[in-house]
């Protein structure tokens, strides 16, 4: 069973290297303004992240059998790969010890990117949003610039003068 756990970590770890490359192809499509591309590979990221799931789901259980086969009444929320290699032969444990450590590793860097793609996509709804005000303003210019403002922010006023 300790061979099964390792492949299962080898499986998610390849499907967290997949992750982080759709991680970064969508972060190209979003600064070259892809649409299509970029809803594409949203949908190939659901189908990602529900076979990780799956992968997860099938650890636990595996990692809680191999606790309990040996008399180690866990519950989910103790059991960690740290704790059913305790289990397992020594080679087997120190694969998987490394290979958990990889796993948490390339799970780092997916959140990384996709936090940087959260922020790809504000700065970009950001630029829309002034563009938006920009646009609305010139097609309907100020008759007099004397007057006092309404309460905006400086980039909208700076913006404003531009138009």
Known sequence: MGRQLR????????????????????????????VDELIRLEAEHRNAV?????????????????????????????LTLSRVAEHLPGDIAIEIGATGSLLLEVAREVWSAHALNRQLLQNELEHIGLSLEVLARASVPRTD????????SPTAIILDKAA
């Not at 492949?7 to 892809?34: M, N, P, T």
């Not at 610039?145 to 905006?152: M, Q, S, T, V």
Request: hydrophobic share 45%; no cysteine; aromatic share 4%.
């Open 7 to 34: 492949d299962l970590l080898r499986h998610e770890v390849r499907l967290q290297h997949r992750l982080l490359a759709l991680a970064a192809r969508s972060r190209e499509a979003i600064i070259a303004r892809e």
């Open 50 to 78: 529900a076979e990780a799931e799956k992968y997860a789901r099938e650890r636990l259980d595996l990692g809680a059998v191999i606790s309990r086969a040996d008399g180690d009444d866990v519950t989910a929320a103790e």
């Open 145 to 152: 610039y004397r007057k006092k403002l309404p309460d905006l």
